[in-house]
Structures are given as structure tokens and as C-alpha cells.
T-cell receptor, first 114, second 113 residues
Framework: DAGITQSPRHKVTETGTPVTLRCHQTENHRYMYWYRQDPGHGLRLIHYSYGVKDTDKGEVSDGYSVSRSKTEDFLLTLESATSSQTSVYFC?????????????FGEGSRLTVL | DQQVKQNSPSLSVQEGRISILNCDYT??????FLWYKKYPAEGPTFLIS?????DKNEDGRFTVFLNKSAKHLSLHIVPSQPGDSAVYFCAARSKTSYDKVIFGPGTSLSVIP
């Protein structure tokens, strides 16, 4: 199994509070991704990174920011959480952004915003 | 608007029979496709992929077919087994933005013993 650790695995917070989810990898892969999974929407890309300090927006980036100061860590921050951000968040890594570069996923972080 | 569509939210199949999961896409720049499988409370796992230069790719019980003119692909599982019961996601990469991988909404497959 790919060495991907997400923390926290479960979090309950209140509307308006900041939240940071962490993804840590031990594979030294260049690419890292944050997705959210919601019923009827599947997996939607929030942000991704193609190197240290290199990030780009995905399909649903509003309300989220990311940072990658080290190869192994990719942080997802909700500056002011809203109930619409209640979801399961998955981190993924990939060795290559090219054809054949499959994504390997973490186990997910379940976030509930009350 | 979803660029990758899986119009069947769920599918039930008898054990031993064929499961066919369908996926349609709208972006003509997509040229690499992947299928992922997801069990409850776990992360998705890679199953099989296909490049747009091919129309078929096979791996054991799993075969993916690609029809570029119709912008359609399908995953065939033969024979289906109860352990195949999971949510299946179709995903795509664009030749203009290979970094991004866009997923469909998923199809929940139940294989009945």
C-alpha cells in the first residue's frame, strides 16, 4: 500500500471556525491532490500540487486553500468552515502527471461542520 | 457541469454473470481513462486504465472498452463475484492538463450471491 496518511480521520467543528487537514506521504511522489466525496457528485478535485510550493485549483476550490512546503506534506485549509463543506476528504498522490500515472488514495478524513 | 458522467447510480448483478458499468464524457481533450473501485470507509483503489490510442484493455476479469467517437467507455467484469460489490468511479485525464484527474459520480455495484 502507498504510504499516505491523512489526519485527522474524523473531525466535527462549528461553522466559521478554521480547519486544516493534513496529508503526509512517504513515497516521495511529485503530485498530490485533495478531493471531496459527496453523494451524487462522486470525487471532485479541490486543489492539487505538482511540486513544492506549486499548486493549482481544481473543480471546487472556492473556500479552500492549500500549501505544500515539503514534498511529503500537503495541507488543505478551510479558512472559515461552512455546512456545505461537510464531506469526506481524500488525499491522493501520483508519481507522474502523465499518462500512466495512477493516483493512490489515502483513507479519507470525514469532516462535519455544524 | 460534469465532464465525466456515470448515469447509472446503482447496478445489481447475479454472481457469475457479467457486470457492465458505463461512463460517458464530454471533453474531447480527454485521452486517458481510469477506473477506480471503492469500498465503504476506504480510499479508492486503481483498477484498470486505457489510453485513447486503444479501444480495449484487459486485466484478468476486468476489461475496459473505449469508443472515442461516442465519447463512451465501459468496464466489464466477468465473472462477477460478491467481493466486487463496491462503488466504481470512472476518471479521465486531459491532454491539455494531464495533472488533473477528473472523476465521475460513481456507480454502486451489488453482486448477489
Amino acid at each position: 500500500d502507498a504510504g499516505i496518511t491523512q489526519s485527522p480521520r474524523h473531525k466535527v467543528t462549528e461553522t466559521g471556525t478554521p480547519v486544516t487537514l493534513r496529508c503526509h506521504q512517504t513515497e516521495n511522489h511529485r503530485y498530490m491532490y485533495w478531493y471531496r466525496q459527496d453523494p451524487g457528485h462522486g470525487l471532485r478535485l479541490i486543489h492539487y500540487s505538482y511540486g513544492v510550493k506549486d499548486t493549482d485549483k481544481g473543480e471546487v476550490s472556492d473556500g479552500y486553500s492549500v500549501s505544500r512546503s515539503k514534498t511529503e506534506d500537503f495541507l488543505l485549509t478551510l479558512e472559515s468552515a461552512t455546512s456545505s463543506q461537510t464531506s469526506v476528504y481524500f488525499c491522493a498522490i501520483s508519481e507522474s502527471g502523465q499518462e500512466g500515472g495512477e493516483l493512490f488514495f489515502g483513507e479519507g478524513s470525514r469532516l462535519t461542520v455544524l | 457541469d460534469q465532464q465525466v458522467k456515470q448515469n447509472s447510480p446503482s447496478l445489481s448483478v447475479q454472481e457469475g454473470r457479467i457486470s457492465i458499468l458505463n461512463c460517458d464524457y464530454t471533453n474531447s481533450m480527454f485521452d486517458y481513462f481510469l477506473w477506480y473501485k471503492k469500498y465503504p470507509a476506504e480510499g479508492p483503489t486503481f483498477l484498470i486504465s486505457i489510453s485513447s490510442i486503444k479501444d480495449k484493455n484487459e486485466d484478468g476479469r476486468f476489461t475496459v472498452f473505449l469508443n472515442k467517437s461516442a465519447k463512451h467507455l465501459s468496464l466489464h467484469i466477468v465473472p462477477s463475484q460478491p467481493g466486487d460489490s463496491a462503488v466504481y468511479f470512472c476518471a479521465a485525464r486531459s491532454k491539455t492538463s494531464y495533472d488533473k484527474v477528473i472523476f465521475g459520480p460513481g456507480t454502486s455495484l451489488s453482486v448477489i450471491p
